[in-house]
Every structure is written in structure tokens, then in C-alpha cells.
């Protein structure tokens, strides 16, 4: 089996190409993942591999900094430089990614804080604190 979940940050914006004879979209992003129980700030940086549509998507819509998840598989890779030096890499080649948070961030914070209905969606409505309007 063969299955990894990552959730992390960009750490720059994806690179999105196309496949010279299939026309298929790839795109290219590191994602930065904490260490977990690590008592210093550190992380682990993957490359992911989106092909299809989702790396349209996901060039379109992700940038620098922003939280996603992201399943698929690890696929390991092996080339020769100019120099004749053997390089090997680990990719996470995507199966999923999922935009964690809201494309403008601080838009998303104030939009916590607000009491405002005019902001949710049709039909949709902010229950007060108070127990007693709880209909259960």
C-alpha cells in the first residue's frame, strides 16, 4: 500500500505546465508540513504533482502561504545530470487537494468575528450565545 495525507502551507506559488503531446495540465508546489511534538518550529517540504484538471484548479487558485490537504502516493524518481551525476527524488503525486482556507485570509478572520447575516449564505443563519434559542 502505498498512500500518504499531508496538510501544510505553499511554499511558493504552483507551477503550472502542459504535456507537450497529450496537452495534459500538470502543476508543481512544495507544501511545507510541521513536525509534530517538535519543541522547535521545524518542517518537512514535499513536492506534489497535480495532473488534469485539479492542477488547473489548483493553479488558479492557490498561491503562496495558503493551507491545503493533499492525498495521493509516493512515487520515487531517479535522472542523470549533464554531468553524468545520479539524482534521486520523492514526489507525492496528488490524488486530492483540498483547499484548507479561504482564498484572502484576513477576509476569512474578520468574517469570524462578524455578527453580520448579510455575509452567509441564502437560507443560512448565526445563532446567538444564548442557550435558550437553541431549539433542542
Not at 10 to 22: A, G, H, M, Q
Not at 92 to 109: C, G, H, M, T, Y
Not at 115 to 124: A, R, T, V
Amino acid at each position: 500500500m502505498n498512500s500518504v495525507i499531508l496538510i501544510g502551507r505553499l511554499t511558493k506559488d504552483p507551477e503550472l505546465r502542459y504535456i507537450p503531446n497529450s496537452g495534459t495540465a500538470v502543476t508543481n508546489f512544495t507544501v511545507a508540513v510541521d513536525r509534530p511534538f517538535s519543541k522547535e518550529k521545524i518542517a518537512d517540504f514535499f513536492r506534489v504533482v497535480v495532473f488534469g484538471k485539479s492542477a488547473e484548479n489548483c493553479s488558479n487558485y492557490l498561491s503562496k502561504g495558503r493551507l491545503v490537504g493533499v492525498s495521493g502516493r509516493l512515487q520515487n524518481n531517479n535522472y542523470e545530470t549533464q554531468t553524468g551525476e545520479k539524482r534521486y527524488t520523492t514526489e507525492v503525486i496528488a490524488e486530492r487537494v483540498e483547499f484548507l482556507e479561504p482564498k484572502n485570509k484576513q477576509k476569512s478572520d474578520s468574517y469570524a468575528n462578524e455578527k453580520d447575516d448579510d455575509n452567509l449564505p441564502e437560507g443560512f443563519q448565526t445563532l446567538e450565545e444564548d442557550d435558550d434559542e437553541i431549539p433542542f
